[in-house]
């Protein structure tokens, strides 16, 4: 996306001219608050604003903020988010999902520079296991229902993920980890950029020989990921941009299954070593073109891009399924900006469409192979007005033509006003559609999991508002907001104890979120901050039982320092999970819930710069050797050490 009014060459050079280690471009004179309200955020509108107009609640990490904490899995970082709730099912690489305010982890929108990434075959929920940090350098995340601007999938919110801009000449990067449970990772970045072209390659192999999935036997789980990574930007003219980005995924994960043999036996319903793999390759692309006319005030965009998606699921050293899903979206969209000075208009229109695309294969259940394919257009709109840099309003209108559901509109609207004594109001309204999935509607194991045809999509009203303090000068920031959403035809699986088979089903009512977020980040010295959040959740179903892996409180603090005239650096966080309800399936006991009990995880990085070009580090996770569960039945790692080099050619 253009991100200014000036040419697109001036503005590659100013990115250019940002440190690729920093989380943000300001002087160093500038108070914090002064800093983060005039970042720019990309996701929360068609057209990148900054920070002081966007009416939704947003966070952003930047580069220098996860080059700070030195995890290697993009889901460590999002523990932080206020609102987040991430699980993992045992060990890394295993399934990892992140809900947003209540809503499930299908409800989450993932972009990878600007490529929607959600998996088209399986109910176009993104894995967050196969997220790693290397080359990462921005996160935002958008909560609240955003489907008037990215349409289906986006109920609880949208996580955009963009990788570090090259710097100015030719440079290379590498990075070698080694530590506990037998991890490795190894990755190397090769890049470049000039006044109107840059690119840059990057390749990362992480392998971990695990620890057992299962939490009662002791076979460890491995898991390898290999990620291949390439971005060109290019300004064309001084008026025409161009992107190519293409990603390759690889991953192969050893798993352990639920007991679910019959006659049941003592280990029904809990993990149980078995010799399982799931294997999976992620393909995504885009080609982008970007245009600015009449000096800058009116914007054309258009886009390309697809997303493949193939996992093969061996059970006894036997294949026994394969599926497919690819997306393929096409968008177009012009921005026309009027007016100047203490009044800025921006007027957007655009349509974009969209074909999915699904297969499955069963080597043992013929009746379970299937091919399937859906298409979507649709139109999209927004308006947005800034006023003098302290108002800002937006509204957003979508409109979706479906071929297997009902059209759909949904809306969304957002203020922002900052007040001279430092205080920011923020408030949002929007709506969210969550369309089924293709194994919802079709099924895909005929004698145990039954398709539902007839489901409709799920759809969610939300509203939000905070306040936002600066204080001590613009040293401390402190943003509160409350949120509500109700969540109507959330889907379900209905289990039949009689046939031992499994449907999904819209269910009727309301199901309810609401809860209050709170964020505070401080300078506490030249060298030294804190960043901070606090989650309050109340996530029910209609029948008002506790939506489970939903913690009602979460907190998390980090501190951040220099010091060794900023050559060594200390990164220490904390992280707190309430009790949480999660499902289990033993017939023996009369409950079909379990409560898991609270934890909380302390995790530190130091590192040093030995010079310029070389820094070591180490990263300790879990140091207090916590015992936890995140998912019943699932094992989680104790502590673990790791040491690292990063070097710059």
């Given at each position: 996306?253009?991100?200014?009014?000036?040419s697109?060459?001036?503005?590659?050079?100013?990115?250019f001219?940002?440190?690729?280690?920093?989380?943000?471009?300001?002087?160093?004179?500038?108070?914090?608050?002064?800093?983060?309200?005039?970042?720019?955020?990309?996701?929360?509108?068609?057209?990148?604003?900054?920070?002081?107009?966007?009416?939704?609640?947003?966070?952003?990490?930047?580069?220098?903020?996860?080059?700070?904490?030195?995890?290697a899995?993009?889901?460590?970082?999002?523990?932080?988010?206020?609102?987040?709730?991430?699980?993992?099912?045992?060990?890394?690489?295993?399934?990892?999902?992140?809900?947003?305010?209540?809503?499930?982890?299908?409800?989450?929108?993932?972009?990878?520079?600007?490529?929607?990434?959600?998996?088209?075959?399986?109910?176009?929920?993104?894995?967050?296991?196969?997220?790693?940090?290397?080359?990462?350098?921005?996160?935002?995340?958008?909560?609240?229902?955003q489907?008037?601007?990215?349409g289906?999938?986006?109920?609880g919110?949208?996580?955009?993920?963009?990788?570090?801009?090259?710097?100015?000449?030719?440079?290379?990067?590498?990075?070698?980890?080694a530590?506990?449970?037998?991890?490795?990772?190894?990755?190397?970045?090769?890049?470049?950029?000039?006044?109107?072209?840059?690119?840059?390659?990057?390749?990362?192999?992480?392998?971990?020989?695990?620890?057992?999935?299962?939490?009662?036997?002791?076979?460890?789980?491995?898991?390898?990921?290999?990620?291949?990574?390439?971005?060109?930007?290019?300004?064309?003219?001084p008026?025409?941009?161009?992107?190519?980005?293409?990603?390759?995924?690889d991953?192969?994960?050893?798993?352990?299954?639920?007991?679910?043999?019959?006659?049941?036996?003592?280990?029904?319903?809990?993990?149980?070593?078995?010799?399982?793999?799931?294997?999976?390759?992620?393909?995504?692309?885009?080609l982008?073109?970007d245009?600015?006319?009449?000096?800058?005030?009116w914007?054309?965009?258009?886009?390309?891009?697809?997303?493949?998606?193939?996992?093969?699921?061996?059970?006894?050293?036997?294949?026994?399924?394969?599926?497919?899903?690819?997306?393929?979206?096409?968008?177009?969209?012009?921005?026309?900006?009027?007016g100047?000075?203490?009044?800025?208009?921006?007027?957007?229109?655009?349509?974009?469409?969209?074909?999915?695309d699904?297969?499955?294969?069963?080597?043992?259940?013929?009746?379970?192979?299937?091919?399937?394919?859906?298409?979507?257009?649709?139109?999209?709109?927004?308006?947005?007005?800034?006023?003098?840099?302290?108002?800002?309003?937006?509204?957003?209108?979508?409109?979706?033509?479906?071929?297997?559901?009902?059209?759909a509109?949904?809306?969304?609207?957002?203020?922002?006003?900052?007040?001279?004594?430092?205080?920011?109001?923020?408030?949002?309204?929007?709506?969210?559609?969550?369309n089924p999935?293709?194994?919802?509607?079709?099924?895909?194991?005929?004698?145990?999991?039954?398709?539902?045809?007839?489901?409709?999509?799920?759809?969610?009203?939300?509203?939000?508002?905070?306040?936002?303090?600066?204080?001590?000068?613009?040293?401390?920031?402190?943003?509160?907001?409350?949120?509500?959403?109700?969540?109507?035809?959330?889907?379900?699986?209905?289990?039949?104890?009689?046939?031992?088979?499994?449907?999904?089903?819209?269910?009727?009512?309301?199901?309810?979120?609401?809860?209050?977020?709170?964020?505070?980040?401080?300078e506490?010295?030249?060298?030294?901050?804190?960043?901070?959040?606090?989650?309050?959740?109340?996530?029910?179903?209609?029948?008002?039982?506790r939506?489970?892996?939903?913690?009602?409180h979460?907190?998390?603090?980090?501190?951040?320092?220099?010091?060794?005239?900023?050559?060594?650096?200390?990164?220490?966080?904390?992280?707190?999970?309430?009790?949480?309800?999660?499902?289990?399936?033993?017939?023996?006991?009369?409950?079909?819930?379990?409560?898991?009990?609270?934890?909380?995880?302390?995790?530190?990085?130091?590192?040093?710069?030995?010079?310029?070009?070389?820094?070591?580090?180490?990263?300790?996770?879990?140091?207090?050797?916590?015992?936890?569960?995140?998912?019943?039945?699932?094992?989680t790692?104790?502590?673990?050490?790791?040491?690292?080099?990063?070097?710059?050619?």
């Amino acid at each position: 996306m253009i991100e200014s009014r000036s040419s697109i060459g001036a503005a590659l050079s100013v990115a250019f001219a940002c440190s690729a280690f920093s989380s943000h471009c300001a002087a160093a004179d500038t108070s914090l608050a002064e800093t983060r309200w005039e970042e720019v955020v990309v996701i929360g509108s068609h057209v990148p604003r900054p920070a002081r107009e966007v009416g939704s609640a947003v966070t952003v990490f930047g580069a220098e903020d996860i080059a700070a904490r030195k995890v290697a899995l993009g889901s460590e970082l999002l523990r932080e988010v206020p609102g987040v709730a991430v699980s993992r099912s045992g060990q890394v690489g295993n399934l990892t999902q992140v809900r947003i305010r209540g809503a499930e982890g299908n409800h989450t929108l993932v972009l990878v520079d600007g490529i929607e990434v959600n998996d088209p075959a399986f109910g176009s929920e993104f894995d967050f296991a196969n997220l790693l940090t290397y080359d990462l350098g921005r996160v935002e995340v958008l909560r609240g229902p955003q489907s008037a601007l990215y349409g289906s999938d986006a109920i609880g919110g949208v996580v955009s993920l963009t990788t570090r801009r090259p710097e100015p000449g030719l440079a290379a990067r590498a990075e070698a980890v080694a530590g506990s449970f037998g991890t490795t990772q190894l990755g190397a970045t090769l890049g470049g950029g000039a006044d109107r072209l840059s690119g840059a390659v990057s390749a990362v192999r992480y392998d971990s020989d695990g620890i057992s999935a299962s939490a009662i036997h002791p076979e460890k789980d491995g898991y390898e990921n290999a990620t291949l990574h390439a971005r060109l930007d290019a300004a064309l003219t001084p008026q025409f941009a161009a992107r190519a980005v293409l990603r390759q995924v690889d991953n192969r994960v050893e798993t352990d299954r639920e007991d679910f043999a019959f006659p049941p036996g003592p280990t029904e319903g809990l993990i149980i070593d078995t010799d399982d793999v799931k294997e999976s390759s992620q393909l995504y692309g885009l080609l982008a073109l970007d245009a600015e006319l009449l000096d800058g005030r009116w914007l054309h965009r258009a886009a390309y891009g697809f997303t493949r998606a193939e996992t093969d699921v061996i059970e006894d050293r036997r294949e026994v399924s394969t599926s497919r899903g690819e997306r393929r979206k096409l968008e177009y969209s012009t921005t026309l900006r009027l007016g100047g000075g203490d009044a800025e208009h921006a007027l957007t229109a655009g349509m974009q469409h969209e074909v999915l695309d699904f297969s499955n294969r069963s080597v043992s259940l013929p009746a379970a192979n299937q091919r399937r394919e859906d298409e979507q257009t649709s139109l999209v709109a927004e308006y947005a007005l800034s006023l003098a840099g302290r108002a800002a309003v937006s509204a957003s209108l979508r409109r979706d033509y479906n071929d297997l559901f009902d059209d759909a509109t949904t809306a969304r609207v957002t203020g922002s006003y900052l007040l001279a004594s430092g205080t920011r109001v923020h408030a949002s309204f929007g709506e969210g559609i969550t369309n089924p999935g293709f194994y919802e509607l079709f099924g895909f194991i005929p004698d145990s999991f039954r398709g539902n045809p007839d489901l409709e999509p799920e759809r969610s009203v939300s509203w939000d508002a905070g306040v936002e303090q600066s204080l001590l000068q613009g040293r401390l920031l402190v943003d509160a907001t409350y949120f509500r959403a109700d969540l109507e035809d959330e889907i379900a699986t209905v289990f039949d104890f009689a046939t031992f088979s499994s449907t999904v089903v819209n269910q009727r009512g309301e199901s309810e979120r609401q809860g209050v977020e709170v964020t505070v980040e401080a300078e506490l010295h030249p060298r030294w901050s804190l960043f901070g959040t606090y989650t309050h959740l109340d996530a029910t179903e209609p029948d008002g039982s506790r939506e489970v892996r939903r913690p009602r409180h979460a907190a998390s603090l980090n501190v951040d320092g220099r010091f060794l005239d900023g050559r060594a650096r200390l990164n220490i966080g904390v992280l707190f999970n309430g009790a949480r309800d999660d499902l289990e399936f033993v017939s023996a006991t009369p409950e079909s819930r379990v409560r898991l009990d609270r934890y909380t995880l302390v995790n530190g990085a130091l590192s040093y710069d030995v010079d310029e070009r070389v820094q070591i580090f180490l990263r300790g996770e879990n140091l207090l050797d916590e015992e936890y569960t995140e998912v019943f039945g699932y094992r989680t790692p104790g502590a673990a050490g790791y040491v690292g080099v990063r070097a710059r050619l």
